[in-house]
């Protein structure tokens, strides 16, 4: 049976994809996606929780600890995000101006610290695989909102990936022992694409989200539909994510400078 998870119910209101209360699928982490419409509030408030609000789409104001902030984002393909990271026993109101969706990503962490409102002025972009490496089959842009580099406090990774029709992402093939999770968006709704992870190859579709906890992971989008998906990791109590990447040994060959000449000898 597939650990993908796949939901043609989502309802107005909070929509559970993982409760760790109940099972956390190996992933040590609540995940869900919040839709509100214009005029809704949804309040959150966890005593040993800390958590992560990324606005994929809508407009919103994010209010906390006497905060108040106007986050606008007309989509996820070509608008940067606003994401808050709150610190455990933060009270959170969230209000609608529009139709709008929200990743809600939370675990366990019973230290306070000074929650953060990452903006599109501060989110790290890499532009991967733009110097034709495998002839730019693996193109994409890598966003991180935050990390152990600027978020040690936390016990939680959480960014993006715009993964352009027709190319793969997190590749070569790689995994880490801290447990991830990726939440795929396409820019039309019927969009689809190719995942592996856990020893399993899967059809990835708008709003779906896999629990990473073993083997290698990578994946592609078909072509003719841009990908946008979260990805979140958990640090490991002694064992944080540090950017960690173990290649598979039979792939690894591919990030020679001359991959390009081994394949295509007469290009």
Same mark, same amino acid.
């Given at each position: 049976?597939?650990?993908?998870?796949?939901?043609?119910?989502?309802?107005?209101?909070?929509?559970?994809?993982?409760?760790?209360?109940?099972?956390?699928?190996?992933?040590?982490?609540?995940?869900?996606?919040?839709?509100?419409?214009?005029?809704?509030?949804?309040?959150? +408030? &966890? %005593?040993?929780?800390?958590? !992560?609000?990324?606005?994929? $789409?809508?407009?919103? /104001?994010?209010?906390?600890?006497?905060?108040?902030?106007?986050?606008?984002?007309?989509?996820?393909?070509? +608008? &940067? %995000?606003?994401?808050?990271? !709150?610190?455990?026993?933060? $009270?959170?109101?969230? /209000?609608?101006?529009?139709?709008?969706?929200?990743?809600?990503?939370?675990?366990?962490?019973?230290?306070?610290? &000074?929650?953060?409102?990452?903006?599109?002025?501060?989110?790290?972009?890499?532009?991967?695989?733009?110097?034709?490496?495998?002839?730019?089959?693996?193109?994409?842009?890598?966003?991180?909102?935050?990390?152990?580099?600027?978020?040690?406090?936390?016990?939680?990774?959480?960014?993006?990936?715009?993964?352009?029709?027709?190319?793969?992402?997190?590749?070569?093939?790689?995994?880490?022992?801290?447990?991830?999770?990726?939440?795929?968006?396409?820019?039309?709704?019927?969009?689809?694409?190719?995942?592996?992870?856990?020893?399993?190859?899967?059809?990835?579709?708008?709003?779906?989200?896999?629990?990473?906890?073993?083997?290698?992971?990578?994946?592609?989008?078909?072509?003719?539909?841009?990908?946008?998906?979260?990805?979140?990791?958990?640090?490991?109590?002694?064992?944080?994510?540090?950017?960690?990447?173990?290649?598979?040994?039979?792939?690894?060959?591919?990030?020679?400078?001359?991959?390009?000449?081994?394949?295509?000898?007469?290009?």
């Amino acid at each position: 049976m597939s650990s993908y998870i796949e939901k043609n119910d989502l309802k107005q209101g909070y929509n559970v994809y993982i409760d760790s209360d109940v099972d956390d699928k190996g992933t040590l982490m609540d995940v869900g996606l919040l839709i509100m419409e214009a005029g809704d509030t949804w309040k959150y +408030h &966890e %005593a040993e929780k800390e958590v !992560a609000l990324l606005l994929f $789409e809508g407009k919103v /104001t994010y209010s906390w600890d006497d905060k108040t902030v106007e986050a606008e984002r007309p989509d996820s393909f070509h +608008h &940067e %995000a606003y994401c808050l990271l !709150a610190s455990c026993d933060t $009270e959170i109101t969230l /209000t609608a101006h529009a139709h709008s969706e929200i990743f809600v990503q939370a675990t366990k962490n019973p230290n306070k610290y &000074e929650s953060v409102m990452y903006t599109p002025e501060t989110v790290q972009v890499q532009h991967a695989g733009s110097n034709g490496e495998l002839m730019g089959c693996m193109q994409r842009e890598i966003k991180t909102f935050f990390d152990y580099d600027n978020a040690p406090f936390s016990n939680m990774v959480l960014g993006e990936v715009l993964n352009y029709p027709g190319k793969w992402s997190s590749y070569p093939p790689h995994h880490h022992p801290q447990p991830e999770v990726y939440f795929y968006r396409f820019d039309y709704p019927d969009g689809f694409g190719a995942g592996f992870a856990n020893g399993e190859i899967f059809k990835t579709t708008h709003n779906g989200l896999i629990p990473i906890t073993s083997a290698f992971h990578s994946q592609c989008a078909a072509p003719g539909y841009a990908m946008c998906y979260a990805w979140g990791i958990r640090h490991l109590d002694g064992d944080p994510w540090k950017k960690t990447r173990i290649d598979d040994k039979e792939h690894e060959w591919l990030w020679k400078a001359d991959a390009n000449e081994h394949i295509y000898p007469n290009k």
